[in-house]
């Protein structure tokens, strides 16, 4: 910034959102950064989903491995 300090974080990419996110989630199929509420690809309408029949895959960002689920289930624990 203009006094020097490291910008920390990243705003959502999502249009209609823009709020700064201090630990952003970058989407693994898109690569765009966002924020905790528009991370998972369809809450942010992701462009590279391709498939229709509500499987999802993408790589895992730790070991490379594609990983696939159901639409229904969340990539979060309730």
Known sequence: DAEGYEIVGARCFLETCQVHDFLPFTC????????????????????????????????????????????ADSTEEE
């Open 28 to 71: 693994a199929l898109c690569r765009h950064q966002f924020c905790q509420k528009h991370a998972e690809a369809s809450s942010h309408d992701c462009q590279q989903v391709t498939c229709s029949k509500g499987i999802l895959a993408a790589p895992c960002p730790v070991c490379g491995v594609t990983v696939k689920w159901d639409d």
